[in-house]
């Protein structure tokens, strides 16, 4: 009797664990644009991968991908605007609960943009914010090397520990993520320049847990409804290409990301918000200052190098620099005129058809600069 009890609880435990819920879910775009989404998420057992979903929770629409993984990204289309999405995601037996994300407004956009995520703090002000877009400006984990092991370039185990930190947001909230030396870190730094690289320059582990538009280490993405451009670039430690210290892709003149986002600024005539993880001050004077001209183009640039906020402007055209973790030293802009040791993000309001307003903002929800700008 004794070894049939011990058996009947073996089988219901292994049907448990073939039940078991999915909670480890993260959103993002692949498109250039805002009529698709892509639900992301973790299972722990290998399978399919199906997301239901529509306007209640009775669904009515169907994604299937016959696959047999547990790292899945399903993207499904969006056709409403003002309204809630319900969602649920499958692999196999197991499931998750009833979810909701906010389809894209018609009238006011909100966006927020955080860096330096190492620390993991308390996100409730960018909550109450209640954006429709969260983005970032790098350093989105502290490393890769001490959880995956030297040298592995595709171990995503520092991101599945972000998306659980903040399961309620990122399951209800569209994330992108630009990159910073840290998405890569796959040995340690050291003091000088070791024989084998530091940094995974291709990102393949950051490129395998998010699904980004483009090349995703560099992309970009348009909310054309509000005459709206973000663009991603990667840019950080610059002063290390060549090295094995090196972090990014090139940036010189003749560089793929250079003529790439040469064309989008071309083609731009709305606002367009640029992304990278490096020193304002040392960006604008690559490629003989060609990034100043073509930043000036576009409405701001916001990195998350330096551990402060600021906001600095060069011929009037601003910069910003923010960071969750803002109490560390600072590396001031020549062209300085806010400048604060506060943990804090970006949150940009669009007006359609109006202007764009980009605030910093402490992580107690309080305003530390407010700046109102028009179409360039």
Not at 47 to 68: H, K, M, P, Q, W
Not at 126 to 145: F, K, M, S, Y
Not at 160 to 165: F, G, K, T, V
Request: with cysteine.
């Amino acid at each position: 009797m004794k070894m049939i009890l011990m058996l009947l609880m073996v089988v219901l435990s292994s049907q448990f664990a073939t039940a078991a819920e999915i909670n480890r879910i993260w959103l993002t775009h692949k498109s250039n644009d805002p009529s698709k989404i892509v639900v992301n998420w973790i299972s722990d057992q290998s399978g399919d991968a199906v997301v239901r979903f529509g306007l209640s929770d009775e669904y009515g629409e169907t994604v299937r991908i016959n696959e047999n993984t547990t790292l899945h990204h399903v993207e499904i289309p969006l056709t409403h605007r003002d309204a809630t999405y319900h969602y649920s995601v499958s692999t196999g037996e197991q499931r998750s609960a009833d979810f909701t994300f906010k389809a894209y407004p018609s009238e006011v956009l909100r966006v927020a943009v955080v860096a330096d995520w190492q620390g993991k703090p308390d996100l409730s002000a960018i909550e109450n914010d209640d954006v429709h877009l969260l983005l970032t400006a790098g350093d989105n984990i502290a490393r890769l090397w001490d959880k995956c092991g030297e040298g592995e370039k595709e171990c995503i185990q520092p991101y599945a520990e972000l998306i659980d930190s903040y399961p309620e947001l990122f399951r209800s909230t569209p994330f992108m993520p630009a990159l910073g030396n840290h998405d890569r870190e796959i040995r340690p730094r050291g003091s000088k320049p070791p024989v084998e690289s530091v940094y995974d320059v291709d990102a393949l582990a950051f490129r395998r847990f998010f699904e980004l538009p483009d090349d995703e280490w560099k992309w970009h993405f348009d909310l054309s409804e509000f005459d709206l451009r973000f663009v991603a670039l990667d840019f950080n430690h610059i002063s290390d290409f060549g090295t094995t210290w090196q972090t990014c892709h090139a940036f010189d003149e003749n560089s793929e990301q250079f003529h790439w986002y040469s064309k989008l600024m071309k083609q731009s005539s709305g606002f367009v918000v640029t992304l990278y993880n490096e020193r304002n001050a040392s960006v604008r004077n690559q490629a003989q200052k060609q990034w100043l001209d073509l930043f000036q183009r576009g409405t701001c640039c916001i990195t998350g190098f330096g551990y402060f906020a600021e906001r600095a402007e060069v011929d009037g055209f601003p910069y910003y620099n923010t960071s969750l973790s803002g109490k560390g030293n600072q590396y001031p802009d020549p062209n300085s005129k806010y400048l604060a040791s506060e943990d804090s993000y970006i949150l940009l309001t669009v007006k359609r058809g109006g202007s764009i307003t980009v605030e910093i903002k402490s992580l107690k929800n309080k305003v530390l600069d407010h700046q109102e700008y028009k179409r360039r």
